[in-house]
């Protein structure tokens, strides 16, 4: 079973902004394959379903991002799912925007949420997808800019990327990361 998880901030208040781009992916995941987030418990919204023909749980904590670990590690003990059966998508500033990179393991970087995911997992050795939203053009201006509103034209190019990371999920689950690795990186 595939523990897919967006990392974000609670839609209601952060749904327009580049700090969702893992929130904004699994719900292009979760609409391209029919699949309702409807439950509420591990300290996220989560819902099961099938892509590909293989058993998944969509995830989006609600811990607010630098707490996504606590979440991810709730599940990830109730269903014993094994670390190379984890997928956790996020934002990264260091990919320009509409693009992704897929990784089968590394550092958080700067990404507070990630740093927050190995903390809790104690391991870094997960498949992750980073979806590029590009740096701002002051860089004492980083927090503004990751959970600031997009504008409309940027919305676009951004929407991209969401898209290409779904794909890159789907062909994970379907082929292995190596494969979806050379389709995508």
Known sequence: MYLIVGLGNPENEYAN?????????????????????????????????????????????????????????????????????????????DIEKGNIKIRKKGSAGSHNGMKSVIKELNTSEFGRVRVGIGQPEFKNDMINYVIGNVPEEEQKILQQGVKKASEAVEEIIKNGIDIAMNKFN
């Open 17 to 93: 902004t580049r700090h969702n781009m893992g929130f904004n992916t699994i719900n292009e995941i979760a609409k391209n394959n029919n699949i309702k987030i409807t439950k509420s418990k591990f300290k996220g919204l989560y819902e099961t379903g099938i892509i590909q023909g293989k058993k998944v749980i969509l995830l989006k904590p609600q811990t607010y991002m630098n707490l996504s670990g606590e979440s991810i590690k709730e599940i990830v003990d109730f269903y014993n799912i094994q670390t190379e059966e984890i997928i956790v998508i996020y934002d990264d500033i």
